[in-house]
């Protein structure tokens, strides 16, 4: 991985062209050899009649929605899933012609208009929702049909139409003009547990909507049902379609997960180092005094903090790595920087490089181990780096 030439990604929010990758204080790297394996060790996990969704909402997870889209159809991927008419469009503006699922509510004329000018596919998650669209959409004058995909809330309580109100809900869709049903889908509140009992209740709910429909004499073109953790854990969960996030980047939902396919992190975040220099014993670091020298102490300044996205909440609880080994971090984390304890480097240079997240050698630190000392998850670490930080793809 360090000895790769990396070169920056079109996602990034910087001037790299003017401040070169090697200048920055501190980036975020793509690899996006590891996110071609982790989409192409899923395609082959899955059976042929069932197609990937890489979902790539929230800048894919801060890892570059355009790369990550782009690279991940090139890998095998045939759906993108994003959560909002702007991240659609995005990619649409990029070049990308594979169909995108938006997987939140959209109501305004002006979104609906987007959808259908950018060929998106939106989510219907009521019959009165599914009514909104119709009329904006002939009041629009819109020619063809656009595709839609029905949202069932069968345990999630969050977006969708009560799974048992579903028959009705598919049958006033197929009435109204303007609207093509494309998949009925819902999602997962528990696959990620061990325990299986309430995902198995919403796969029953989810399936006895489906015979409701069916039984009516409506074809369904499309079903899916599962997400990251849902499709390592149930092959009988992936129907036509499963929309994974979290496994596409190359982590795992859950521990007792992490041994069904092989997969390869994508993300590392790496800052330099701005500033060496003694301490002595007795000396408080950072603000509030949260550390103090019990000895004399070589110290690093490292140009990156909360306002890029490292917790302030891992103050003296995390470490980082400098030349393969594991390093403490020392004082309150501040907006722009923090600091290390060094003293086993007695050679270190400003301009070093600190890796974050990643790794170095034999040791390795994930946005897992972040999230369990911050009672989070993994989910939460990625998408919070800033986009001051630029991302780095890495060949």
């Not at 009329?135 to 049909?145: A, F, M, V, W």
């Not at 809330?153 to 139409?161: A, C, E, F, K, P």
Request: glycine share 6%.
């Amino acid at each position: 991985m360090l000895s790769r030439k990396p070169r920056p990604s079109v996602d990034s929010n910087q001037e790299c062209d003017t401040y070169a990758w090697f200048s920055q204080r501190a980036w975020v790297e793509i690899d996006l050899e590891a996110l071609s394996y982790n989409v192409k060790q899923l395609v082959q996990f899955l059976s042929p009649r069932t197609q990937l969704m890489a979902v790539v909402k929230a800048d894919a997870y801060g890892h570059g929605a355009v790369t990550v889209a782009q690279t991940a159809l090139e890998s095998g991927a045939s759906w993108l899933g994003v959560a909002t008419v702007p991240e659609g469009i995005q990619l649409r503006e990029a070049g990308i012609n594979a169909p995108i699922l938006i997987l939140g509510a959209t109501h305004t004329i002006e979104q609906i208009h987007a959808i259908a000018q950018w060929k998106l596919q939106p989510t219907l998650c009521s019959p009165k929702h599914a009514l909104i669209f119709s009329n904006i959409l002939e009041s629009i004058k819109h020619d063809s049909p656009i595709p839609v995909h029905i949202k069932l809330d069968t345990g999630m309580s969050r977006l969708g139409t009560n799974w048992q109100q579903a028959a009705e809900f598919v049958q006033l869709v197929q009435r109204l003009p303007h609207l093509e049903m494309k998949s009925i889908y819902s999602h997962l509140a528990t696959a990620d547990s061990p325990d299986a009992t309430v995902m198995q209740e919403q796969h029953r709910r989810f399936s006895e909507a489906i015979a409701q429909i069916k039984a009516m004499g409506i074809k369904i073109p499309c079903l899916h049902l599962a997400n990251s953790a849902a499709t390592l854990a149930d092959s009988a969960l992936h129907y036509d379609i499963v929309r994974v996030g979290l496994a596409v980047y190359g982590l795992y939902p859950a521990t007792h997960l992490q041994n069904v396919i092989d997969l390869k992190p994508v993300l590392q975040l790496k800052a330099r180092v701005t500033q060496v220099k003694t301490i002595a014993a007795g000396t408080g670091v950072s603000y509030g005094h949260q550390f103090i020298a019990p000895h004399e102490i070589r110290l690093a300044v490292v140009g990156i903090g909360y306002a890029d996205g490292v917790p302030r909440n891992l103050s003296n609880n995390m470490e980082v790595l400098i030349r393969g080994q594991r390093v403490q971090q020392i004082g309150t984390i501040t907006m722009d920087q923090l600091m290390l304890d060094v003293s086993a480097f007695g050679d270190l240079q400003e301009g070093e490089v600190v890796t974050l997240l990643g790794q170095q050698g034999n040791e390795q630190i994930s946005a897992n181990d972040w999230a369990e000392k911050l009672n989070t998850i993994s989910w939460e670490i990625l998408c919070g780096f800033k986009h001051r930080l630029p991302r780095v793809a890495v060949m």
